[in-house]
């Protein structure tokens, strides 16, 4: 054998190898459970989800216009859920996290800032996503608007987002003010919070607001607190309920939402709980996996 042989059996092992390796990490990309259930409404978890630096690829802010567009244009979303906060004068700002300082360059609470210091707010999603983004801080108003062009409303769930009780009620009639204004379907709109005394807000100024609690990770304290309190829905992460779980609030009469889910396998699991709606990390997966 010559010495140049050698050099390219080694060179046709490797590439072997590699190729190998690729088809196996696509299978197991693709690879998921059967569904058994296909009637759940695909919704973007805060638009197209979180920074991910691979399946997917998501270099989008969370809550920022072209999150939203993409889950919604691209993807094929049933609607979206957003993080709703309020600014100290009253305006309705979509902001994830709960202070400034961990995706801005400002810092502190939103509902301690005007809105004209928070909106317009660049995204920091450090040096790699800044790459691909120039994202900023925007209003639910300018979400009604992109929505206004819709020919029919997409499904809206709003993850209401208030730090201080003593504004439940001014946060609640805000929010449905221009909810109202937009002539926002209502039977489009579930609103969502792990405080019942804040959801209970919201009845009072729109008794047929649409309800959810979310667990905070206890489901069984969850149902509790809805039967006691009568709200119509219930939220839970994917990742942590079981079907059993999810068969016994719909029993009930209960709406269920569950959020979370990336890849293939997580989100046929999520599905095959039977849920009414996910707010999916991975539109595009889960709608290919319905249609």
Known sequence: MSRRQVPRKIMLLVLAIVLLAFAAGVFLLYRHEKLEYKEVLVLGHAGSGFFSPINPFNPLPAN???SIVKAMEAHGADGVEVDVQLSEDGVP??????????MTAAEGLIENH???????????????YNLFQEEEIITMEALLQYFATYQEAPYLHLDLRNYSPERHAYYART??????EYRYPLQKLVFISPDPDFLQAFREVEPGAQLMLDTGG????ALQTVAAYEIGGICANGGSVTAE???RAKELGLE???FGGKSRSSIARMINLRPDAIQ???VEAMRDMLD
């Open 245 to 247: 779980q999810v068969a």
């Open 114 to 128: 005007v809105a004209a210091d928070v909106i317009g707010l660049k995204y920091d999603g450090g040096f790699f």
């Open 64 to 66: 920022s216009m072209a």
């Open 93 to 102: 700002i979509l902001y994830h996290d709960m202070t400034l300082e961990s």
């Open 175 to 180: 929010l449905m003010a221009l909810l109202r």
């Open 218 to 221: 206890d489901f069984e304290q």
């Open 280 to 282: 999916v990390n991975n």
């Open 256 to 258: 269920v939402a569950l």
